[in-house]
Protein backbone atom coordinates (compact mmCIF):
# COMPACT_ATOMS: atom_id res chain seq x y z
CA UNK A 1 0.00 0.00 0.00
CA UNK A 2 1.32 3.23 -1.14
CA UNK A 3 1.58 6.13 1.39
CA UNK A 4 3.53 9.43 2.01
CA UNK A 5 4.27 10.16 6.41
CA UNK A 6 5.99 13.18 7.56
CA UNK A 7 6.20 13.74 11.02
CA UNK A 8 8.56 16.94 12.02
CA UNK A 9 10.60 16.85 8.70
CA UNK A 10 13.40 19.94 8.37
CA UNK A 11 15.77 20.15 5.45
CA UNK A 12 18.65 22.39 6.05
CA UNK A 13 21.30 23.64 3.15
CA UNK A 14 24.76 24.37 4.57
CA UNK A 15 26.04 27.11 2.58
CA UNK A 16 30.01 26.47 1.63
CA UNK A 17 31.43 29.14 0.34
CA UNK A 18 35.24 28.51 -0.69
CA UNK A 19 36.32 29.02 2.38
CA UNK A 20 33.84 26.40 4.24
CA UNK A 21 35.07 24.32 1.63
CA UNK A 22 39.14 24.45 2.33
CA UNK A 23 40.72 21.86 4.01
CA UNK A 24 43.13 24.93 4.99
CA UNK A 25 40.17 26.37 7.34
CA UNK A 26 39.45 23.18 8.71
CA UNK A 27 42.90 22.27 9.38
CA UNK A 28 43.38 25.80 10.68
CA UNK A 29 40.12 25.16 13.00
CA UNK A 30 41.95 22.00 14.60
CA UNK A 31 44.88 24.00 15.60
CA UNK A 32 43.72 27.29 16.79
CA UNK A 33 40.99 26.42 18.68
CA UNK A 34 38.94 29.10 20.24
CA UNK A 35 38.99 31.90 17.81
CA UNK A 36 38.34 30.35 14.71
CA UNK A 37 36.42 27.50 16.43
CA UNK A 38 33.72 29.95 17.54
CA UNK A 39 34.01 31.18 13.44
CA UNK A 40 33.10 27.64 13.03
CA UNK A 41 29.61 27.68 14.42
CA UNK A 42 28.10 30.62 12.79
CA UNK A 43 27.97 28.23 9.71
CA UNK A 44 25.48 29.49 7.59
CA UNK A 45 22.47 26.88 6.97
CA UNK A 46 19.15 27.68 5.23
CA UNK A 47 16.19 25.61 6.32
CA UNK A 48 14.37 24.62 3.00
CA UNK A 49 11.75 22.84 4.56
CA UNK A 50 10.19 23.56 7.91
CA UNK A 51 8.83 20.87 10.72
CA UNK A 52 6.80 19.55 8.29
CA UNK A 53 3.97 17.05 9.05
CA UNK A 54 1.51 15.44 6.37
CA UNK A 55 0.04 12.38 5.52
CA UNK A 56 -0.70 11.50 1.65
CA UNK A 57 -2.90 8.40 1.14
CA UNK A 58 -3.41 6.41 -1.63
CA UNK A 59 -5.69 7.82 -4.50
CA UNK A 60 -4.57 11.25 -3.27
CA UNK A 61 -3.03 13.88 -6.16
CA UNK A 62 -1.48 17.09 -3.94
CA UNK A 63 -0.74 20.15 -6.06
CA UNK A 64 1.99 21.97 -4.00
CA UNK A 65 2.02 25.21 -4.63
CA UNK A 66 4.09 28.52 -3.36
CA UNK A 67 6.25 31.02 -4.43
CA UNK A 68 9.39 30.40 -5.89
CA UNK A 69 11.74 29.68 -3.00
CA UNK A 70 9.38 28.08 -0.86
CA UNK A 71 10.47 24.48 -0.54
CA UNK A 72 8.27 22.88 -3.70
CA UNK A 73 11.25 21.43 -5.41
CA UNK A 74 12.97 20.28 -2.33
CA UNK A 75 10.64 18.43 -0.69
CA UNK A 76 9.83 16.76 -4.47
CA UNK A 77 13.25 15.47 -4.04
CA UNK A 78 13.07 14.77 -0.21
CA UNK A 79 10.51 12.51 -1.59
CA UNK A 80 12.52 11.16 -3.93
CA UNK A 81 15.01 10.01 -1.75
CA UNK A 82 17.37 12.28 -2.36
CA UNK A 83 17.62 14.38 0.06
CA UNK A 84 17.55 12.37 3.73
CA UNK A 85 16.01 14.86 6.02
CA UNK A 86 18.17 16.72 8.40
CA UNK A 87 15.54 15.71 11.67
CA UNK A 88 12.31 14.24 11.73
CA UNK A 89 11.32 11.48 10.06
CA UNK A 90 9.82 10.75 6.24
CA UNK A 91 8.33 7.63 5.40
CA UNK A 92 7.82 6.86 1.78
CA UNK A 93 6.42 3.55 1.27
CA UNK A 94 5.53 2.52 -2.84
CA UNK A 95 8.09 2.69 -5.46
CA UNK A 96 9.00 6.13 -6.47
CA UNK A 97 9.32 7.75 -9.81
CA UNK A 98 10.60 11.45 -10.38
CA UNK A 99 9.89 13.34 -13.99
CA UNK A 100 11.91 16.29 -12.68
CA UNK A 101 14.42 15.90 -15.87
CA UNK A 102 12.91 14.17 -18.41
CA UNK A 103 15.83 13.86 -20.10
CA UNK A 104 18.27 12.37 -18.03
CA UNK A 105 20.52 10.05 -19.00
CA UNK A 106 20.14 10.25 -23.01
CA UNK A 107 23.11 10.42 -24.99
CA UNK A 108 23.12 12.81 -28.53
CA UNK A 109 25.34 10.34 -30.10
CA UNK A 110 22.89 7.59 -29.35
CA UNK A 111 19.71 6.79 -31.94
CA UNK A 112 16.62 7.34 -30.63
CA UNK A 113 15.59 3.44 -30.06
CA UNK A 114 19.49 2.95 -28.03
CA UNK A 115 17.99 6.14 -25.99
CA UNK A 116 14.88 4.71 -25.19
CA UNK A 117 16.45 1.73 -23.98
CA UNK A 118 18.93 3.87 -22.17
CA UNK A 119 16.93 6.10 -20.74
CA UNK A 120 15.00 2.57 -19.30
CA UNK A 121 17.73 1.45 -17.70
CA UNK A 122 18.34 4.66 -15.90
CA UNK A 123 15.02 4.57 -14.63
CA UNK A 124 15.70 0.90 -13.31
CA UNK A 125 13.93 -0.81 -16.23
CA UNK A 126 15.38 -4.26 -17.28
CA UNK A 127 15.97 -4.23 -21.21
CA UNK A 128 13.45 -7.04 -21.29
CA UNK A 129 10.61 -4.76 -20.15
CA UNK A 130 11.67 -1.84 -22.35
CA UNK A 131 11.83 -3.80 -25.38
CA UNK A 132 8.35 -4.92 -25.16
CA UNK A 133 7.39 -1.25 -24.32
CA UNK A 134 9.61 0.15 -27.29
CA UNK A 135 6.93 -0.13 -30.42
CA UNK A 136 4.14 1.83 -28.49
CA UNK A 137 6.58 4.41 -27.52
CA UNK A 138 8.10 4.71 -31.21
CA UNK A 139 4.67 5.04 -31.89
CA UNK A 140 3.46 7.97 -29.85
CA UNK A 141 6.54 9.70 -30.61
CA UNK A 142 5.66 10.02 -34.69
CA UNK A 143 9.35 9.92 -34.68
CA UNK A 144 9.15 7.54 -37.86
CA UNK A 145 12.87 7.15 -39.59
CA UNK A 146 13.92 9.61 -37.13
CA UNK A 147 14.57 7.03 -34.36
CA UNK A 148 17.19 5.48 -36.16
CA UNK A 149 19.19 8.76 -36.60
CA UNK A 150 21.56 10.32 -33.68
CA UNK A 151 19.78 12.16 -30.84
CA UNK A 152 21.51 15.16 -32.06
CA UNK A 153 20.01 15.42 -35.18
CA UNK A 154 16.91 16.27 -33.94
CA UNK A 155 15.15 19.26 -33.36
CA UNK A 156 14.97 20.26 -29.38
CA UNK A 157 11.13 19.80 -29.63
CA UNK A 158 11.92 16.26 -31.18
CA UNK A 159 14.24 15.48 -28.60
CA UNK A 160 11.67 16.47 -26.00
CA UNK A 161 9.28 14.33 -27.37
CA UNK A 162 11.10 11.32 -27.28
CA UNK A 163 12.17 12.07 -23.82
CA UNK A 164 8.59 12.70 -22.71
CA UNK A 165 7.43 9.41 -24.46
CA UNK A 166 10.13 7.28 -22.69
CA UNK A 167 9.75 8.95 -19.09
CA UNK A 168 6.28 8.86 -19.19
CA UNK A 169 6.30 4.55 -19.54
CA UNK A 170 7.22 4.05 -16.25
CA UNK A 171 5.16 1.93 -14.13
CA UNK A 172 5.23 3.54 -10.06
CA UNK A 173 3.20 4.32 -7.55
CA UNK A 174 4.43 7.45 -6.69
CA UNK A 175 5.10 9.93 -9.37
CA UNK A 176 6.73 13.36 -8.68
CA UNK A 177 6.30 16.02 -11.04
CA UNK A 178 7.82 19.39 -10.80
CA UNK A 179 5.34 21.57 -13.28
CA UNK A 180 3.05 19.59 -15.66
CA UNK A 181 5.27 18.71 -18.83
CA UNK A 182 3.86 20.06 -21.95
CA UNK A 183 5.99 19.24 -24.78
CA UNK A 184 5.68 19.67 -28.81
CA UNK A 185 3.46 21.54 -31.18
CA UNK A 186 0.00 21.70 -31.01
CA UNK A 187 -1.18 17.96 -31.90
CA UNK A 188 1.26 16.77 -29.76
CA UNK A 189 0.35 18.77 -27.13
CA UNK A 190 -3.17 17.22 -27.01
CA UNK A 191 -1.77 13.81 -27.20
CA UNK A 192 0.73 13.75 -24.56
CA UNK A 193 -1.69 15.70 -21.88
CA UNK A 194 -4.19 12.15 -22.40
CA UNK A 195 -0.83 9.69 -21.92
CA UNK A 196 0.36 12.22 -18.90
CA UNK A 197 -3.88 12.27 -17.72
CA UNK A 198 -3.65 8.38 -17.92
CA UNK A 199 -0.45 7.79 -15.85
CA UNK A 200 -2.09 9.94 -13.29
CA UNK A 201 -4.90 7.64 -13.38
CA UNK A 202 -3.36 4.70 -12.84
CA UNK A 203 -0.45 6.06 -10.24
CA UNK A 204 -2.15 5.54 -6.58
CA UNK A 205 -0.17 8.60 -5.87
CA UNK A 206 0.75 12.48 -7.32
CA UNK A 207 2.34 14.99 -6.16
CA UNK A 208 3.22 18.16 -8.55
CA UNK A 209 4.71 21.12 -7.75
CA UNK A 210 3.32 23.87 -9.66
CA UNK A 211 2.38 27.66 -9.88
CA UNK A 212 -1.12 27.22 -11.94
CA UNK A 213 -3.78 27.36 -9.94
CA UNK A 214 -5.93 25.98 -13.10
CA UNK A 215 -4.19 23.33 -12.73
CA UNK A 216 -4.09 22.46 -9.23
CA UNK A 217 -8.34 22.29 -9.59
CA UNK A 218 -8.30 20.46 -12.95
CA UNK A 219 -5.47 17.37 -11.56
CA UNK A 220 -5.88 17.43 -7.55
CA UNK A 221 -7.41 15.96 -5.12
CA UNK A 222 -5.57 18.49 -2.52
CA UNK A 223 -3.67 21.51 -2.52
CA UNK A 224 -0.44 22.04 0.03
CA UNK A 225 0.43 25.81 -0.02
CA UNK A 226 4.30 26.13 0.99
CA UNK A 227 5.98 29.34 2.45
CA UNK A 228 9.28 29.93 3.70
CA UNK A 229 9.48 26.00 3.97
CA UNK A 230 6.13 25.89 5.99
CA UNK A 231 2.86 24.73 5.27
CA UNK A 232 0.50 27.65 5.68
CA UNK A 233 -2.57 25.90 3.72
CA UNK A 234 -3.47 22.06 3.58
CA UNK A 235 -6.69 22.02 1.84
CA UNK A 236 -8.88 18.91 0.34
CA UNK A 237 -10.80 19.54 -2.98
CA UNK A 238 -13.86 18.38 -4.03
CA UNK B 1 28.40 3.45 15.24
CA UNK B 2 28.17 -0.22 15.92
CA UNK B 3 29.59 -2.79 13.96
CA UNK B 4 26.59 -4.10 12.70
CA UNK B 5 24.72 -1.36 11.34
CA UNK B 6 27.70 -0.17 9.53
CA UNK B 7 28.31 -3.76 7.65
CA UNK B 8 24.57 -4.21 6.90
CA UNK B 9 24.61 -0.04 5.51
CA UNK B 10 27.20 -1.56 3.42
CA UNK B 11 26.15 -4.39 2.45
CA UNK B 12 23.00 -2.77 1.54
CA UNK B 13 24.98 -0.24 -0.90
CA UNK B 14 27.23 -3.37 -2.47
CA UNK B 15 23.99 -5.79 -3.34
CA UNK B 16 21.75 -2.60 -5.05
CA UNK B 17 24.84 -1.54 -6.69
CA UNK B 18 25.14 -5.18 -7.77
CA UNK B 19 21.68 -5.03 -8.80
CA UNK B 20 22.27 -2.23 -10.77
CA UNK B 21 25.00 -3.43 -13.13
CA UNK B 22 22.92 -2.64 -16.22
CA UNK B 23 23.37 1.14 -15.25
CA UNK B 24 26.69 1.09 -14.19
CA UNK B 25 27.74 -0.66 -17.14
CA UNK B 26 25.43 2.04 -19.54
CA UNK B 27 27.26 4.88 -18.01
CA UNK B 28 30.72 3.15 -18.03
CA UNK B 29 30.36 2.49 -21.85
CA UNK B 30 28.53 5.80 -22.42
CA UNK B 31 31.96 7.44 -20.65
CA UNK B 32 34.34 5.87 -22.86
CA UNK B 33 31.98 6.37 -26.29
CA UNK B 34 32.33 9.95 -25.99
CA UNK B 35 35.76 10.27 -25.46
CA UNK B 36 36.26 8.86 -28.84
CA UNK B 37 32.77 9.74 -30.84
CA UNK B 38 33.08 9.55 -34.59
CA UNK B 39 37.09 8.69 -34.67
CA UNK B 40 37.94 6.13 -36.92
CA UNK B 41 39.90 3.62 -34.27
CA UNK B 42 37.88 4.81 -31.41
CA UNK B 43 38.68 3.33 -28.23
CA UNK B 44 41.81 1.75 -29.91
CA UNK B 45 43.06 5.09 -29.78
CA UNK B 46 43.59 4.58 -25.52
CA UNK B 47 45.86 1.30 -27.69
CA UNK B 48 47.51 3.14 -29.83
CA UNK B 49 48.46 6.11 -27.68
CA UNK B 50 49.99 4.01 -25.27
CA UNK B 51 52.19 2.13 -27.89
CA UNK B 52 53.56 4.61 -29.06
CA UNK B 53 54.74 6.39 -25.51
CA UNK B 54 55.70 3.49 -24.69
CA UNK B 55 58.06 2.80 -28.11
CA UNK B 56 59.20 6.64 -27.12
CA UNK B 57 60.34 5.77 -23.65
CA UNK B 58 61.67 2.62 -24.30
CA UNK B 59 63.91 4.17 -27.60
CA UNK B 60 65.43 7.09 -25.37
CA UNK B 61 65.43 5.01 -21.86
CA UNK B 62 67.27 2.48 -23.01
CA UNK B 63 70.05 4.63 -24.29
CA UNK B 64 69.95 6.56 -21.11
CA UNK B 65 70.41 3.05 -18.70
CA UNK B 66 72.13 1.33 -21.43
CA UNK B 67 70.05 -1.80 -21.13
CA UNK B 68 69.38 -3.88 -23.83
CA UNK B 69 66.11 -2.96 -25.11
CA UNK B 70 64.21 -6.54 -24.57
CA UNK B 71 64.34 -6.54 -20.94
CA UNK B 72 63.65 -3.08 -20.73
CA UNK B 73 60.68 -3.20 -22.73
CA UNK B 74 58.63 -5.21 -21.05
CA UNK B 75 59.43 -4.33 -17.73
CA UNK B 76 58.69 -0.51 -19.29
CA UNK B 77 55.62 -1.78 -20.91
CA UNK B 78 53.91 -3.41 -17.88
CA UNK B 79 54.83 -1.03 -15.42
CA UNK B 80 53.53 1.73 -17.34
CA UNK B 81 49.86 0.32 -17.70
CA UNK B 82 49.96 -0.91 -14.47
CA UNK B 83 50.59 2.76 -13.25
CA UNK B 84 47.97 4.12 -15.60
CA UNK B 85 45.31 1.71 -14.66
CA UNK B 86 46.25 2.52 -10.79
CA UNK B 87 46.29 6.80 -10.82
CA UNK B 88 43.66 7.10 -13.18
CA UNK B 89 41.42 4.49 -10.11
CA UNK B 90 42.91 7.29 -7.78
CA UNK B 91 42.47 10.39 -9.80
CA UNK B 92 39.14 9.83 -10.88
CA UNK B 93 37.81 8.32 -7.37
CA UNK B 94 37.82 12.16 -6.66
CA UNK B 95 35.12 13.36 -9.31
CA UNK B 96 32.76 10.14 -8.93
CA UNK B 97 29.89 11.77 -6.80
CA UNK B 98 30.44 15.55 -8.40
CA UNK B 99 30.75 14.05 -11.91
CA UNK B 100 27.38 12.77 -11.05
CA UNK B 101 25.28 15.58 -9.43
CA UNK B 102 23.13 15.33 -11.93
CA UNK B 103 21.99 11.58 -11.29
CA UNK B 104 22.50 11.75 -7.64
CA UNK B 105 20.00 15.19 -6.80
CA UNK B 106 17.29 13.21 -9.74
CA UNK B 107 17.04 9.54 -8.36
CA UNK B 108 17.79 7.56 -5.50
CA UNK B 109 20.68 4.67 -6.41
CA UNK B 110 23.13 3.17 -4.58
CA UNK B 111 26.31 5.14 -4.18
CA UNK B 112 28.39 2.28 -5.34
CA UNK B 113 26.77 3.03 -8.80
CA UNK B 114 28.85 6.09 -9.33
CA UNK B 115 31.77 4.37 -8.31
CA UNK B 116 31.45 1.07 -10.15
CA UNK B 117 31.13 3.59 -12.97
CA UNK B 118 34.63 4.82 -13.14
CA UNK B 119 36.01 0.97 -12.00
CA UNK B 120 34.06 -0.23 -14.74
CA UNK B 121 35.37 2.68 -16.86
CA UNK B 122 39.03 1.68 -16.03
CA UNK B 123 38.79 -2.14 -16.03
CA UNK B 124 37.81 -1.19 -20.19
CA UNK B 125 40.48 0.95 -20.60
CA UNK B 126 42.61 -2.05 -19.02
CA UNK B 127 41.58 -4.20 -21.32
CA UNK B 128 42.17 -1.97 -24.32
CA UNK B 129 45.85 -1.87 -22.95
CA UNK B 130 46.33 -5.45 -22.01
CA UNK B 131 46.84 -5.30 -26.20
CA UNK B 132 49.85 -3.91 -25.71
CA UNK B 133 51.07 -5.86 -23.19
CA UNK B 134 50.95 -9.16 -25.72
CA UNK B 135 51.64 -7.57 -28.16
CA UNK B 136 54.82 -6.65 -26.52
CA UNK B 137 55.61 -9.52 -24.86
CA UNK B 138 55.33 -12.06 -27.95
CA UNK B 139 57.94 -9.28 -29.65
CA UNK B 140 60.32 -9.68 -26.44
CA UNK B 141 60.01 -13.37 -26.62
CA UNK B 142 58.74 -13.47 -23.22
CA UNK B 143 56.55 -17.17 -22.14
CA UNK B 144 54.24 -16.36 -19.14
CA UNK B 145 55.33 -18.67 -16.17
CA UNK B 146 53.17 -20.38 -13.40
CA UNK B 147 53.61 -17.12 -11.53
CA UNK B 148 50.88 -15.67 -14.26
CA UNK B 149 47.87 -17.55 -12.11
CA UNK B 150 48.59 -14.49 -9.57
CA UNK B 151 47.29 -12.31 -11.79
CA UNK B 152 43.78 -12.71 -11.55
CA UNK B 153 44.57 -12.22 -7.70
CA UNK B 154 46.62 -9.63 -7.96
CA UNK B 155 43.82 -7.32 -9.91
CA UNK B 156 41.05 -8.35 -7.76
CA UNK B 157 43.01 -6.64 -4.81
CA UNK B 158 43.82 -3.82 -6.68
CA UNK B 159 40.59 -3.29 -7.96
CA UNK B 160 39.08 -3.64 -4.53
CA UNK B 161 41.28 -1.04 -3.85
CA UNK B 162 40.14 1.49 -6.15
CA UNK B 163 36.87 0.49 -5.07
CA UNK B 164 36.97 2.04 -1.77
CA UNK B 165 39.06 4.36 -2.54
CA UNK B 166 36.33 5.71 -4.88
CA UNK B 167 33.98 5.97 -2.21
CA UNK B 168 35.78 7.48 0.24
CA UNK B 169 37.87 9.74 -1.91
CA UNK B 170 34.82 10.53 -4.06
CA UNK B 171 33.03 11.27 -0.55
CA UNK B 172 35.70 13.76 0.94
CA UNK B 173 36.54 15.51 -2.50
CA UNK B 174 32.44 16.01 -2.71
CA UNK B 175 33.03 17.86 0.70
CA UNK B 176 36.72 19.68 0.73
CA UNK B 177 36.89 20.96 -3.23
CA UNK B 178 40.65 21.32 -2.73
CA UNK B 179 41.23 17.27 -2.06
CA UNK B 180 40.83 16.50 -5.94
CA UNK B 181 43.55 19.21 -7.14
CA UNK B 182 46.26 17.75 -4.26
CA UNK B 183 45.60 14.09 -5.47
CA UNK B 184 45.75 14.94 -9.04
CA UNK B 185 49.38 16.72 -8.31
CA UNK B 186 50.62 14.19 -5.46
CA UNK B 187 49.97 11.54 -8.43
CA UNK B 188 52.32 13.28 -10.48
CA UNK B 189 55.34 13.36 -7.85
CA UNK B 190 54.46 9.86 -7.36
CA UNK B 191 54.84 8.83 -10.65
CA UNK B 192 58.84 10.14 -10.15
CA UNK B 193 59.84 8.22 -7.41
CA UNK B 194 58.03 5.31 -7.99
CA UNK B 195 59.81 2.31 -10.37
CA UNK B 196 57.83 2.73 -13.47
CA UNK B 197 60.69 3.49 -16.20
CA UNK B 198 63.51 2.90 -13.83
CA UNK B 199 64.80 -0.40 -12.75
CA UNK B 200 63.96 -1.00 -8.38
CA UNK B 201 67.42 -1.98 -8.29
CA UNK B 202 69.07 1.24 -8.92
CA UNK B 203 68.04 2.19 -5.70
CA UNK B 204 70.76 -0.21 -4.21
CA UNK B 205 70.97 -0.18 -0.47
CA UNK B 206 67.96 2.75 0.08
CA UNK B 207 65.40 -0.50 -0.82
CA UNK B 208 63.48 1.69 2.42
CA UNK B 209 62.27 4.18 -0.74
CA UNK B 210 60.48 1.38 -2.21
CA UNK B 211 59.09 -0.34 0.74
CA UNK B 212 56.86 2.40 2.69
CA UNK B 213 56.03 3.32 -1.20
CA UNK B 214 52.43 1.95 -1.18
CA UNK B 215 52.27 2.45 -5.07
CA UNK B 216 55.66 0.17 -5.93
CA UNK B 217 53.50 -2.78 -4.03
CA UNK B 218 50.53 -2.27 -5.88
CA UNK B 219 52.07 -2.25 -9.55
CA UNK B 220 54.90 -4.81 -7.88
CA UNK B 221 52.12 -7.16 -7.57
CA UNK B 222 50.70 -6.50 -11.39
CA UNK B 223 54.62 -6.62 -13.02
CA UNK B 224 55.56 -9.41 -11.18
CA UNK B 225 53.32 -11.94 -12.21
CA UNK B 226 53.05 -11.11 -15.76
CA UNK B 227 56.91 -10.58 -16.14
CA UNK B 228 57.90 -14.31 -14.80
CA UNK B 229 59.28 -13.10 -11.71
CA UNK B 230 58.62 -13.69 -7.86
CA UNK B 231 56.20 -12.22 -6.72
CA UNK B 232 57.38 -11.01 -3.27
CA UNK B 233 54.83 -11.75 -0.52
CA UNK B 234 55.37 -8.96 1.53
CA UNK B 235 54.07 -6.88 -0.92
CA UNK B 236 50.81 -8.88 -1.29
CA UNK B 237 50.61 -8.81 2.08
CA UNK B 238 50.92 -4.79 2.41
CA UNK B 239 48.20 -4.53 -0.08
CA UNK B 240 46.02 -6.66 1.25
CA UNK B 241 46.73 -4.69 4.68
CA UNK B 242 45.83 -1.44 2.89
CA UNK B 243 42.96 -2.76 0.62
CA UNK B 244 41.48 -3.93 3.98
CA UNK B 245 42.11 -0.64 5.93
CA UNK B 246 40.48 1.36 2.62
CA UNK B 247 37.22 -0.71 3.24
CA UNK B 248 36.72 -0.48 6.96
CA UNK B 249 37.48 3.48 6.64
CA UNK B 250 35.42 3.76 3.53
CA UNK B 251 32.71 1.88 5.27
CA UNK B 252 32.59 3.99 8.48
CA UNK B 253 33.04 6.96 6.05
CA UNK B 254 29.64 6.31 4.22
CA UNK B 255 27.83 5.23 7.01
CA UNK B 256 27.87 8.39 8.60
CA UNK B 257 28.26 10.59 6.01
CA UNK B 258 26.48 8.94 2.78
CA UNK B 259 23.43 10.79 3.43
CA UNK B 260 24.80 14.57 3.10
CA UNK B 261 26.72 13.81 0.06
CA UNK B 262 23.59 15.32 -2.25
CA UNK B 263 23.52 18.09 0.20
CA UNK B 264 27.20 18.71 -0.47
CA UNK B 265 26.78 18.51 -4.01
Known sequence: MSKIRAEAVCIDFPIYNSSGRSMKNAVLRATTGGRIARDSANHTYIRSLDMLRFEIEAGERVGLIGHNGSGKTTLLRALSGVYAPTSGTLDVAGRVASLLDISLGMDPDATGYENILMRGIVMGMGPKKMLAKIDEIAEFTDLGEYLNMPLRSYSSGMQMRLAFAVSTCIEAEILLMDEWISVGDADFQDKAADRLNNLIKTTPILVIATHSPELVRKVCTRKIQLEHGRIIQDERLS | ?265
Open chain 2, 1 to 265: MSINAVVKDAGSDFVGTAKAFRIWNLLALQDIRQRYRRSVLGPFWITLSTLVSIVALAVVYTKIFKTPIDQYLPYLTVGFIAWSFISALVMESCSVFIGAEGIIKQINIPFGVHVMRMIWRNLITLAHHSVVVILVLIYSGIVPTWGLLYLPYSLIVVTLAGVFTGYLLGAICTRFRDIGPIVTSLMQVVFYITPVIWYSGLLKENQWLLVINPFFHFIEILRAPILGNAVEHHSYKICLAITLALGVISMMFMYRFKKRIAYWL
